[in-house]
């Protein structure tokens, strides 16, 4: 292992007036979510909107003359992205970033825009790698791994020279590990800083790369997820040395946990977070006794959520929490019977937010009607006091799995 807190020490010194020392707080009220004392540091609030900053800087700062002037290229999903291409356009440097196809349009609109050319191939990480391997040999350009590099280990490590300035007691570090640069370099601060403090990775469990390398099995990575900068398929051994050594546990999340999480976030915090930078508060979700009472630190690595993507998390927390529900309601074809039921919906103390007819359901009589009606409710149990009041009038009343979905079969 050759990165070492003097290593990170030096890189924190580049840092200083080149990135934001962000602020890190107690979150009481993810705190009383979670039963642990839970600190955030608010990465997010980089100019680039990640922690990738510190150490594209730190490696940019690091080049030869010549190498400066020929050029780097990188690939990434996003975030390194943006913040090579940055770091690059500030030093004078020309820079390539090649990004997986699927790459969310905000993260390759907002790469471009600091004057990075683009280049979208591959759908995976390790298929834009293997392109920008290619072009790298082709341009004579110096390629800027977002985690395969001492110096990018070393600048990600500043983070925890900072909150551990910030918050001497944590005794809990929980890290989004994707590559696991972000893991690798903070790990080593901590533990040479705090050699008793736990720390544990937090990883999408569609990608499980590091998981599994660390059991000596074959990665078997592949899916949507929500944490598309941490969905890696290829660890080097580098970084696996450093997870072996460091972290207590590798835990892995879901894709619900990480929905929750940045919903949470969102609502509770008031801060935006991306999959991947919310990855260490899902992991409390998932394993919330293996947390309880302690002071756990977590960094938010990361903002930049497509906002289409946002909506869609608040649209379906909402529908998890019943304050979104959709019913569908058998009728009596006749004048009047709408507004019967809209009236006994409002008296409840529901809002209507959309009213479909469904007329043509074979399982609603020739001579009757079904109505899907969307409401804004308060929580389950507000929901189950308008249903029984419906039934109470003789309709029959089904709920929707999703607001605008099937019928789940439940009345």
Do not use: W
Request: proline share 4%; hydrophobic share 45%; aromatic share 4%.
């Amino acid at each position: 292992m050759m990165v070492e807190l003097d290593d990170i020490r030096a890189a924190a010194r580049l840092l200083h007036g080149e990135v934001i020392r962000t602020p890190m707080m107690k979150s009481m009220r993810l705190s009383a979510l979670t039963g642990a004392e839970v600190f955030v540091k608010f990465e997010n609030l980089q100019v680039t909107n990640s922690f990738k900053s510190r150490g594209a800087y730190v490696k940019l700062v690091s080049l030869t003359g010549a190498e400066r002037r020929n050029g780097v290229i990188a690939m990434s999903a996003g975030n390194h992205a943006q913040a090579v291409a940055y770091h690059a356009a500030r030093l004078g440097i020309p820079a390539t970033i090649v990004m997986p196809e699927n790459t969310p349009f905000v993260k390759v609109e907002s790469t471009q825009a600091l004057g990075a050319t683009i280049v979208l191939e591959g759908e995976t990480l390790a298929e834009s790698q293997a392109a920008a391997l290619l072009i790298a040999e082709q341009q004579n350009l110096t390629l800027v791994h977002p985690y395969d590099d001492d110096k990018i280990i070393a600048g990600q490590g500043t983070i925890a020279l900072e909150m551990l300035e910030d918050e001497p007691q944590l005794d809990t570090l929980v890290i989004p590990i994707g590559g696991g640069g972000l893991f690798a370099g903070n790990a080593v601060a901590a533990k040479a800083l705090k050699p008793d403090i736990k720390i544990y990775g937090a990883e999408a469990e569609l990608y499980a790369s590091m998981y599994q390398a660390l059991r000596g099995e074959t990665a078997s990575c592949g899916g949507e997820t929500l944490a598309e900068g941490i969905a890696v398929k290829n660890v080097t051994e580098r970084t696996i040395a450093y997870a072996r050594k460091h972290a207590e546990e590798i835990l892995l999340v879901t894709e619900s946990h990480l929905e929750q999480a940045v919903h949470a976030y969102l609502t509770l915090q008031k801060t935006v977070a991306e999959g991947a930078g919310a990855a260490g508060l899902a992991a409390m979700f998932s394993r919330p006794k293996l947390f309880k009472g302690k002071k756990v630190g977590l960094i938010l690595c990361g903002g930049n959520i497509d906002p289409r993507i946002l909506a869609s998390i608040i649209y379906r927390e909402l529908a998890r929490e019943s304050r979104i529900i959709s019913l569908r309601i058998q009728i009596p074809d006749h004048p009047g019977v709408l507004g019967s039921i809209s009236s006994l919906i409002g008296k409840h103390g529901a809002n209507i937010l959309e009213v479909s007819h469904r007329r043509m359901l074979l399982d609603v009589p020739a001579k009757g009607a079904g109505i899907d009606v969307m409401l804004e409710a308060r929580d389950k149990h507000h929901v189950e006091r308008i249903i029984r009041a419906l039934e109470d009038e003789s309709y029959k009343v089904r709920k929707l799995d999703a607001p605008g979905g099937e019928p789940s079969g439940k009345s």
